[in-house]
């Protein structure tokens, strides 16, 4: 009795704090276990099952996964992601980061301009991606002011489709990153501004030698967080492609999670999208895990430069 | 050798880093101003669009304020379209209030049990809950339906409460705070016969409450736009949430953009303004969820 009460303390304090402590940490620890353990086991098993919810599930194997390599709407799913990727960090890292830099210097309103860049990113992306299908309405959305543009079909084109999509997470993304940016920014050292400047460096060559280096962990944390959350976008899909073709007209506009949902929730194939899903998790944690890797070069870059 | 003079003369070294030109200023203005107006406009444009009578939303050239401003009428044909919109925003309302509430309780006892107490499994138990943060919550979907139908919580304001309760990223957010507060003010309070949950309760929270600012409204925030969740495990005329609400009524193919609008506008504005008056808390909160993970 005695050696398993030691277990938690070898004085009766100690045990008696050892006790609060697991009642303190009991609520969500185990409403963790539950709500998301349990969930990310049953996800990894339920992938090698069949199963349509109603009928008992089958194993299958690794059928699921061999249907993921084979299924052409899995791999118009993965493009699209990918092509949104391509579309959407870059311009939303530059124009964050720009926004950031001119933030970032001693101006009057400058937190005026901070709350209304920072504005969008507390609207929901449903009532945004709403906003924007009426921008982008042939004939009578906003982007008729451009010339030209106004009559293209936006949202029913599968070759533009992808731009609404990605012109309303831009919109509502610059505002995070450019908080991380200027984050970033502020914690530039003083000493190597001061420095460069009694070297001779100009604005130019202070941003290019001296800022952007030393922003570079920073950046790497926000190319990973925009790759994940491209990964997981949903809403703008579901919303931008409903009133015309739901995910776009053949699978223009799919992406794997609203593919994860299709799967799953319209036609009930749990098994393969628990595959899906499991794909899904596979490349956000491949992203993770690389960002981890070179974010350990650059702390060790960090040190070795101040 | 040169740093020397630097920190002596202070003054005279950081002229040239603080001093912005007046070119640089003007550039600096013109595209801030332009980058602004690109970001307000989607706003304009709802607001306008959601006090436009049908009539005017066809009209080319495209107008930018209505010619005959009827918001109000607008805003009654929405709840003749949507009768139940009010309930979305209440249901909207209750689910953000209990997410955030609830959230608040479970993970500040678990932040302060993994910050001041010792006892076995800790290191291991903190790493699983963190170990959490990496899966996307989009990754367990499937999983998550099939186990809130099996608690026959479905379509229940359970589904939407009970798992927003329990948060990996809320028990680090705070322990973190947590552990930045003197152990002494802790300490005296104990040896004057506190238990931990009055030390929790009269110390630690009121000391911490920047940081709890930062962690609620981004909980508010995320719980108030939530919506691949509530579509999937919630959607009764009784239990679903306004992002659910708008989604329907833009669904229909024969509700005119301006009824879409109003009701866009109204279940946004809650944000904004809350975002108006505690954006220090949002940017705080923004900053540590971005910087800490």
């Known amino acids: 009795m005695s050696a398993i009460l030691n277990i938690f303390g070898r004085t009766p304090l100690a045990r008696r704090k050892a006790f609060w402590g697991l009642a303190l940490i009991a609520p969500n620890t185990i409403g963790l276990f539950i709500f998301f353990g349990i969930p990310v086991l049953v996800a990894f098993g339920l992938s090698f099952f069949e199963w349509n ?30 092509k949104l990727a391509l579309i959407v960090i870059p311009l939303n890292m530059g124009l964050a980061l720009g926004a950031a830099v001119l933030l970032n210097q001693r101006l009057r309103f400058r937190n005026v301009f901070r709350t209304i860049y920072f504005l969008p990113v507390v609207t929901s992306t449903v009532a945004a991606s709403v906003v924007w299908t009426w921008v982008f309405q042939p004939g009578l959305g906003l982007i008729g002011i451009v010339p030209g543009l106004g009559s293209m079909q936006w949202l029913t084109r599968p070759e533009l489709v992808l731009i609404p999509i990605a012109a309303v997470t831009v919109w509502q993304r610059i505002g995070f990153d450019m908080i991380l940016f200027l984050a970033g920014l502020q914690n530039v050292p003083r000493v190597l501004h001061e420095a460069a400047v009694i070297d001779g460096a100009n604005g130019r060559q202070r941003f290019f030698h001296v800022t952007l280096p030393m922003l570079s962990p920073i950046t790497f944390l926000v190319l990973t967080l925009n790759f994940i959350s491209v990964f997981q976008i949903f809403d703008q899909v579901f919303i931008m492609t409903q009133r015309t073709t739901p995910g776009g007209v053949s699978g223009s506009a799919t992406t794997l999670t609203y593919l994860l949902y299709q799967t799953g929730f319209v036609r009930s194939e749990f098994g393969y999208a628990s595959a899906i899903a499991l794909a899904l998790f596979i490349i956000v944690l491949f992203i993770t895990v690389v960002q981890l890797r070179l974010q350990r070069r650059w702390v060790f870059y960090e040190s070795e430069a101040g | 050798m040169t740093v020397q003079p630097v920190r002596s003369t202070g003054r005279v070294s950081a002229a040239p880093l603080d001093h912005i030109g007046i070119g640089i200023r003007v550039v600096s203005y ?33 107008r930018f304020f209505p010619e005959n401003p009827s918001c109000l009428e607008v805003a009654g044909r929405l709840y003749e379209q949507s009768p139940n919109f009010n309930r979305y925003l209440l249901n909207s309302f209750l689910v953000t209030a209990a997410r955030t509430i ?3 309780i479970t993970c500040s006892l678990a932040a302060y049990g993994f910050a001041r107490y010792k006892f076995p499994g800790r290191s291991l138990l903190f790493a699983l809950s963190l170990g959490l943060l990496i899966v996307p ?13 099996g608690l026959g919580l479905r379509n229940t304001f359970g589904a939407l409460i009970i798992p927003g309760v329990f948060s990996a990223f809320a028990l680090f957010l705070l322990r973190q705070a947590f552990m930045q507060i003197p152990i002494d003010l802790e300490e005296a309070a104990e040896i004057d016969g506190a238990n931990p949950l009055q030390i929790l309760w009269r110390i630690t929270i009121p000391l911490s409450i920047p940081a709890i600012a930062a962690f609620a409204v981004i909980t508010i ?20 949430v306004v ?40 940017i705080e909160g923004v900053a540590q969820s971005g910087l800490r993970r």
Do not use: H
Request: hydrophobic share 55%.
């Open chain 1, 53 to 82: 919810g109603i009928k008992p599930p089958e194993f299958a194997g690794l059928d699921n996964f061999g249907r993921i390599l084979r299924d052409p709407l899995f791999g118009r799913a993965l493009a699209n992601t990918l």
């Open chain 2, 30 to 62: 013109v595209i801030l101003i332009a980058g602004a107006f690109f970001m307000l406009l989607p706003f304009i444009w709802m607001a306008s669009t959601a006090c436009k009578p049908d009539a005017e939303l066809a009209i080319s050239p495209i």
């Open chain 2, 102 to 104: 609830g959230q608040l």
């Open chain 2, 137 to 149: 919550f989009q990754a367990i979907l499937i999983p998550e339906f099939i186990l809130i139908k």
């Open chain 2, 221 to 240: 925030q995320a719980a108030w736009n939530d919506f691949l969740f509530p579509l999937v495990v919630a959607n009764t005329t009784d239990t679903r």
């Open chain 2, 243 to 282: 992002t659910i609400g708008i989604a329907l009524l833009q669904g229909q193919r024969d509700t005119p953009y301006n009824l879409i609008m109003m009701g866009s506008l109204i279940a946004t504005l809650p944000m904004l303004a809350l975002f108006v008056m505690l954006q220090r808390y949002f």
